[in-house]
């Protein structure tokens, strides 16, 4: 058996990543398109906590109705 065959069950571990080179201009379109998704992501993680807020707000407001003697008194 040859030395090098010894490692080729482990060549998809030992092989190094490849390399890509695109111009300025590809690379700011790119940073572009992943920002643009980060801050749609980001406003749906905000929509998404303001209608939790609303939501636990309602029943802080249902429970303090039903039950009058939870709302601090002045």
Do not use: G
Request: hydrophobic share 40%; proline share 7%.
């Amino acid at each position: 058996m040859p030395y090098f065959d010894v490692f080729d069950a482990f060549s998809p571990w030992t092989r190094r990543p490849s390399v890509y080179v695109i111009s300025d201009s590809d690379m700011k379109a790119y940073k572009a398109k992943q920002a643009a998704a980060e801050v749609s992501d980001l406003k749906q993680l905000i929509e998404h906590h303001r209608t939790s807020a609303e939501r636990l707000e309602a029943q802080v407001l249902k429970l303090e109705a039903e039950y009058p003697q939870l709302t601090p008194s002045e």
